[in-house]
Each structure stands twice: as C-alpha cells, then as structure tokens.
C-alpha cells in the first residue's frame, strides 16, 4: 500500500463515521431543530471527507476535478438546504422540544396553509 492509499482510507473511514453518527442523530434526538442541526452539520463533514477520499485515491485526473466540483457543491448545498428547511419549520411555527412540550403532540399551524384555504374572490 502506498501513502496515497493509506491517507485516502484515513479520510474515507472518517468520512463513514460522521455519516454514522449523522444517522444515529437522525433516530435518536428528540425533535425536529435537532435532528436538522445534527443531520446538517455531520452529514456534510463526512459527505466531504469521503469524497476527498476518493480524490486522494483516484489522483490527478480528470474525475478527481468532477469530485473536487462535488465537494464545492455540497459545502455550499448542504448547509444552504438545512438553512431553509429550518427557516420554514420556524415560519410555520413549529415549536422546539422542551421538557414541558416533551408528552404534546407538535401541530404544524403554517401561515401558508391558511392562505390556500381561502377561495378566491368572485368579480361582480
């Protein structure tokens, strides 16, 4: 095995183990604000750290450009997405766990739905 090889694996197993942790976060944490902030933050270090793996063993051709571009997207993608997907949770006023709210169900009361409710008017 040469150095290329071995440090490719290194990134490549780092990678699996924040992809792993990413999907415990996901079943395990209680509501929605968290599983977003775990999912969004270890999903995108191990996507990239498995990726720059994969460049590292592939080494310079042109496929380990088209990954170095993957990586690029997913730095900006990932966190963009989660970003927004919170926002609109927070806008449709999902409420956060707590100790108190932990036995109530979590209602989704969304300004939008409202909107789309209502018929729209007629022309006399």
């Not at 040469?2 to 976060?25: E, K």
Request: proline content about 5%.
């Amino acid at each position: 095995m040469t150095a290329s090889v071995i440090v490719a694996m290194i990134f490549i197993i780092g990678g699996v183990f924040f992809l792993t942790v990413s999907a415990i976060g996901l079943l395990r944490l209680p509501d929605f604000y968290s599983r977003t902030h775990a999912v969004g933050k270890s999903e995108t270090l191990g996507t990239m750290l498995v990726l720059i793996g994969l460049a590292i063993y592939n080494g310079l051709e042109l496929t380990t450009l088209k990954v170095i571009f993957i990586i690029v997207f997913v730095l900006i993608a990932n966190p963009t997405a989660t970003h927004a997907v919170a926002q609109t949770a927070l806008h449709c006023r999902l409420n956060p766990w707590t100790l108190k709210t932990k036995d109530q169900p979590q209602e989704l009361p969304c300004e939008c739905d409202e909107d789309e409710s209502q018929e729209p008017e007629e022309k006399q």
